[in-house]
């Protein structure tokens, strides 16, 4: 009942800086939290930021201080700036968004690949 679709991911040199965005389409007026999830080659998809509809934020320790999620909940977009880019944030980027319709339900959207590389 909820569809993501990512967009902006691309190759980028380390130390650049890419701007992610998420739109959510559906029955998007029971979402109460949306995020971006990473994996990258041979490992677990992780957590890398997360946005509650009262705008509470939540980061990886290791893109704290280099990322910034933000959320328009009236446009039901989420978007995800980084910044100082590194090799190690080489991954399929995945929007989530988290759906209250009786249950808690997570949606995911396809993927956009993030590639840092010189």
């Known amino acids: 009942q909820v569809q993501l679709a990512e967009s902006g991911g691309g190759l980028v040199q380390p130390g650049g800086s890419l701007r992610l965005s998420c739109a959510a389409s559906?029955?998007?007026?029971?979402?109460?939290?949306m995020g971006w999830y990473r994996q990258a080659p041979g490992k677990e998809r992780e957590l890398v930021a997360t946005?509650?509809?009262?705008?509470?934020?939540n980061y990886a320790d290791s893109v704290k201080g280099r990322f910034t999620i933000s959320r328009d909940n009236a446009k039901n977009l989420v978007s995800l700036q980084m910044n100082s880019l590194k090799p190690e944030d080489t991954a399929v980027y995945y929007c989530?968004?988290?759906?209250?319709?009786?249950?808690?339900?997570?949606?995911w959207g396809k993927g956009t690949l993030v590639t840092v590389s010189s």
């Open positions: 559906g029955s998007a007026v029971g979402i109460i939290a």
């Open positions: 946005i509650t509809r009262t705008l509470n934020t």
């Open positions: 989530n968004a988290a759906v209250v319709l009786g249950n808690i339900m997570n949606y």
